[in-house]
């Protein structure tokens, strides 16, 4: 991806030079369907590649489609605004990471931090493709536990809605989302110290 895509274009702008990948991902509520397992799949083959603390590789993704009999029950994790946008997509993902190394039993300090580096390649390769993956904290992390049969050992950490993009003007308008832009780098970069 060596442009940036027209609905991004003028709203976001690098303080650096960064592939134009990184301004092109953001997260719209305006999906659709019209993506396939094997798209689906390469995001998670995306994700299985991130950088993990002794290579463990906490991350664990849980997905429905739409077509699958496990729609309905990941459709009911998430509260009634995100629903109302992210049942019209084609995935619903569940991440949860494990909280102790596989080689030794102990705990894993950086579980949460290295799923959260496989949830970013996921969003990448969904933005190279052009499709949508919207993060979201608005479910019942309990309830998706016990739905998921999430054993113990493991932390949920989040939600994902996965697919193509849809038309933003078709939603609510207290649904709509454009890109956006990000803090000032003096912000969240400090030399030496906690400076800011």
Known sequence: MKELREDVEGKRNAEYEISPLFLNRYSPRALERDMNQEDLMALFEAARWAPSSYNNQSWRFMYATYEDQEWEDFCSLMNDF???????????????????????????????????????????????????????????????????????????????????????????????????????????????????
């Open 82 to 196: 995100n629903r109302d946008w992210a049942e019209k997509g084609y995935a619903l993902v569940v991440v949860a990471s494990k909280t102790t190394f596989d080689h030794n039993g102990e705990e894993s300090i950086t579980h949460s931090f290295d799923t959260g580096a496989a949830w970013e390649n996921l969003a990448l390769e969904a933005a190279r493709r052009d499709l949508v993956a919207h993060g979201m904290q608005g479910f019942d992390y309990k309830k998706a536990k016990e739905v998921l049969d999430i054993p113990e050992g493991f932390e949920v950490e989040a939600m994902v809605a996965i697919g193509s993009k849809g038309d933003e003007s078709e939603l609510p308008e207290d649904m709509r989302v454009e890109p956006n832009g990000r803090k000032d780098m003096d912000e969240i970069v400090a030399q030496g110290s906690f400076d800011f």
